[in-house]
Nanobody, 117 residues
Framework: VQLVESGGGLVQPGGSLRLSCVVSGVTFDGYAIGWFRQTPEKGRAGIAFSDNRDGYTNYAAAVKGLFTISRGSAVNTVYLQMYSLNPADSAVYYC???????????WGQGTQVTVSS
C-alpha cells in the first residue's frame, strides 16, 4: 500500500491550495481516509476525515468551513481543498488510510504547506 501526497507549496495568507493523495495497492472499501498536519510545536493532529462506508465527514474546529475533504473522479484519489489559509496552517500535511476491520493504517510521506507573505 502506498500513499503519495502532492500539491503543497508556498502560498500567501488568504490564498488557497488543493492537496492530493493518490492511494495504490488497496481500494477504499472499509477504510476511513484522513488528512493530518504536523508542526514541531504542535505535533501531528487530524484535521479532516471521511468514512468511505457511509460518506460521513468530520473536521477539526480550526479548519471547519475552510477545508474540504473529497474523493476525486480518478480512482483512489483524495483531495483536501484549503481556503483562506493563514500562517497557522503552515505544516507538513499527511494523508492517512485507516482500515476499520483490522485497525491497520497507512501514511503518506507528507507534503509541506507554507503560508507566508
Amino acid at each position: 500500500v502506498q500513499l503519495v501526497e502532492s500539491g503543497g507549496g508556498l502560498v500567501q495568507p488568504g490564498g488557497s491550495l488543493r492537496l492530493s493523495c493518490v492511494v495504490s495497492g488497496v481500494t477504499f472499501d472499509g477504510y476511513a481516509i484522513g488528512w493530518f498536519r504536523q508542526t514541531p510545536e504542535k505535533g501531528r493532529a487530524g484535521i479532516a476525515f471521511s468514512d468511505n462506508r457511509d460518506g460521513y465527514t468530520n473536521y477539526a474546529a480550526a479548519v471547519k468551513g475552510l477545508f474540504t475533504i473529497s474523493r476525486g473522479s480518478a480512482v483512489n484519489t483524495v483531495y483536501l481543498q484549503m481556503y483562506s489559509l493563514n500562517p497557522a496552517d503552515s505544516a507538513v500535511y499527511y494523508c492517512n488510510l485507516y482500515h476499520w476491520a483490522t485497525s491497520r493504517d497507512y501514511w503518506g510521506q507528507g507534503t509541506q504547506v507554507t503560508v507566508s507573505s
